[in-house]
């Protein structure tokens, strides 16, 4: 029994050595961009809080890279800084009291994470890109918009720095994505005409 | 004494010759103070496999910040973190003509304004190989080991400046260093390696030409 519980471990013990883990560490600037003249309520679902990706390479092993704290530090950051007020709630829903006192809702997702190492794409950078879907709904929490954004990064690494190479790229991929919401969400077409519709005067 | 004398002696003979030419087009006159205006240096970044190292910038802003008259940078990443999303790849201005449109959204110009940046340098360009060849090898054995061959590596170096006066919104100019130079790696029991490094000349070469560039007129 001891003995298989001291193989068991040891077997854990190789397989992790063999797993390459990356976390996500880096600065969330604050944009310097016009505000959208709405209250605006938040919601960051644990998924996205925690988002994690797992993936086994052929040629190049197996990976876990955690997006957590970072990807979240930088869209409250963002999403802060692009609407009047905004203030964070823990319900993909508004309650009737929210309702009465807030333009909308928006709910940023990850649909998908992928990355490409030297060994696979055969450049000499590792790359990382990100999908992302911000959901806008308005006050009575009808949809208005699914806004699908895709960051990309790249980042240099050698040999022994395919972790900090790639968690580099991840960072600059989640920064890539708030350069695009913060640029072009007050621009889309639902997003102007539901600012004119529910806030006169808004949006000329 | 003696043993410094031979080791400085011994790592001049094992640097390789670098060729470089430096060019400088002047659009504008130029006259920044050392004393309170800054300069900032940015790698032009691109999503394809070209794109100028950030080791290169940071080797200018190494170099333009010491000497006899100091010029003062604004670190690359400070810069863009306090006007994101401006500088970024998909948003950077690509001409000096964008930077009117720049400067007219909200708050670009008075964060400009307040960290004194009077010019901004872009830099293009990286080093590639060019040509290699040769052959080397290493063995070791029980009854030791050593090195035999002589393989070689010629890299070019080329890199271009655009320099944007951020006062008058305009180009002002534009240097390019270009840098050749072949390294050797000679095997004679132990590896006896001969460097060129013409991103290092290159950039010596841009960042002095870019000071006297900058000075006033």
């Known amino acids: ?37 709405a209250n605006v309520a938040v919601y960051f679902s644990e998924e996205f809080k925690t ?16 997006l957590g704290n970072q990807n979240l530090d930088f869209f409250r950051n963002l999403i802060n800084s692009m609407f009047t007020s905004v203030i964070e709630i823990d319900s993909a829903e508004l309650t009737e009291a929210q309702q009465n ?45 699914d806004y699908t954004v895709v960051g990309y ?17 991840t960072r600059l991929a989640i920064r890539d994505g708030g350069t695009r919401i913060a640029v072009d969400l007050s621009s889309q077409p639902t997003i102007k005409k539901w600012l004119a519709e529910k806030i006169p005067g808004a949006q000329k | 004494m003696r043993n410094s004398c031979l080791v400085v002696v011994a790592i001049s003979l094992l640097t390789s010759c670098v060729t470089s030419r430096v060019e400088e087009i002047r659009t504008a006159t130029t006259g920044m103070d050392f004393t309170d205006e800054a300069l900032v240096i940015l790698g032009r970044a691109s999503y394809n496999d070209r794109e100028t190292e950030e080791s290169f910038t940071d080797c200018l802003a190494d170099v333009l910040a ?34 009117v449109r ?9 964060r400009i304004e307040a960290s004194n940046i009077r010019y901004l340098a872009w830099i293009e360009g990286d080093t590639v190989t060019v040509d290699q060849g040769g052959s080397f090898s290493c063995t070791v054995s029980t009854f030791g080991g050593g090195c035999f061959g002589i393989t070689y590596w010629e890299q070019d170096a080329s890199y271009e ?18 840098a050749n130079g072949t390294s050797y790696l000679a095997g004679v029991i132990v590896p006896i390696p001969i460097m060129a490094r013409p991103g290092n000349a290159a950039c010596k070469a841009l960042a002095g030409q870019l000071k006297t560039f900058l000075k006033k007129q």
């Not at chain 1, 990706?53 to 890279?65: D, F, P, R, T, Y």
């Not at chain 1, 994470?113 to 590792?126: E, I, N, Q, R």
């Not at chain 1, 990064?153 to 790229?169: D, N, R």
């Not at chain 2, 306090?82 to 970024?88: D, G, K, N, R, V």
Request: aromatic share 8%; with cysteine.
């Open chain 1, 1 to 37: 029994m001891e003995l298989k519980r001291l193989l068991l471990l040891a077997l854990t013990a190789m397989l992790s050595a063999c797993t390459t883990s990356v976390v996500v560490e880096g600065s969330a600037p604050t944009p310097l961009v016009k505000k959208i003249p």
């Open chain 1, 51 to 66: 988002f994690t990706h797992e993936e086994s390479i052929e040629q190049a092993g197996n990976w876990k890279i955690d």
């Open chain 1, 101 to 145: 006192s807030l333009d909308g809702l928006v709910i940023p997702v990850i649909d998908k994470y992928g990355f490409l190492t030297p060994a696979v794409s055969g450049l000499k950078f590792y790359s990382a890109s990100i999908h992302y879907k911000i959901s806008v709904l308005d006050n009575q929490n009808n949809k208005l918009a």
């Open chain 2, 66 to 99: 010491r000497g006899e008259q100091p010029v003062s940078i604004i670190p690359q990443k400070q810069f863009k973190d306090s006007l994101y999303p401006w500088f970024e790849p998909r948003t950077a201005p690509a001409t000096s003509d964008d930077l």
């Open chain 1, 153 to 169: 990064g790249k980042s240099e690494g050698g040999t022994f720095g395919a972790g900090k190479a790639l968690g580099e790229a």
């Open chain 2, 161 to 178: 400046a655009s320099i944007w006066d951020l006062e008058n919104l305009s180009s002002a100019g534009e240097i390019s260093a270009d």
């Open chain 2, 102 to 110: 720049l400067f007219a959204q909200p708050g670009v110009r008075e």
